[in-house]
């Protein structure tokens, strides 16, 4: 079988083709970062305008790097949330539009559903069951994975996500947009233990998250301190730091409670290489082990949605010809299958 995925949640236009003989033979990204840079954000209605302009191109690009054509794909598989409404509402028309046209089979795709399978995509995947650290702009989550399909929420943000507070306290210290490899760079020139940042919710039980804390204090500092670059590092270690050991903290208890010692991480914040660093250590001394998705595969893509997209039209899912997105979409509602 081979899948057609679109990406198009938020301000990434990703495409690819999934085979399940083969693997993943072509994917494409285009990043709007260059575009919301300017506004120190993403412009939800100028990354929709973007993803209409790329998505037809990028869907040609990719099927003739494959060496395939319209006839040669079994079944098309497109985010339908959570995200942007506008900018899912492209990949949506346009995949199950496609899927109609071409008179194959279609499916919506959970977008942190695709996160947690991306490092199925690899040479050596996990095996089920494990748990998943999902870190990216717009969720912290950390999820018990029985199967495909199968999930338990252990715990979530309560406000900011991790990378949330990665951009809005990188935009603080002057980094810009996206500012999260921009503020784990200036981390690596500061001084560990100059300003001690507070790990949230780690005082109590419990496997949700909060960083919406921790960001004031970021700010409290950043404004009671000078400006010098040092002085600048010396905070941006502080707060990695801070994120790093609460989603560490968090990941053990999740592994001790659950009996799991398998642990995935996705989503951006995975590629954040301290973050890496801090949960290869503690699979060592949990005696399991630790997947990321190759760094590609972090930030949005294509190739998640056409694999997870592939595992549910090989159980049988299809959609409607009526289509839907759905900016909100708690990953508790998805069933095995």
Known sequence: MRVLGIETSCDETGIAVYDTDHGLLAHALHSQVDMHSVYGGVVPELASRDHIRRVIPLIKAVLQEAGLSASDINGIAYTAGPGLIGALLVGVAVGRSLAYGWGIPAVAVHHMEAHLLAPMLEANPPDFPFIALLVSGGHTQLVQVNQPGDYVMLGESLDDAAGEAFDKTAKLLGLGYPGGPALSALAEKGK????????????????????????????????????????????????????????????????????INTLIAAGGVSANHQLREGLHKLAREMGGQVYFPRPEFCTDNGAMIAYAGCLKLQAGAAEPLSFYARPRWPMPELSPG
Request: with cysteine.
């Open 192 to 259: 560990p233990g100059r300003f001690e940042f507070p790990r949230p919710m780690t005082d109590r039980p419990g496997l949700d998250f909060s960083f919406s804390g921790l960001k004031t204090c970021a700010v409290n500092t950043i404004n009671r301190e000078n400006n010098a670059r040092q002085t600048r590092a010396d905070i941006a270690r502080a707060f990695i730091d801070a994120v790093v050991d609460t989603l560490v903290i968090k990941c053990r208890r999740a592994m001790e409670e659950t009996g």
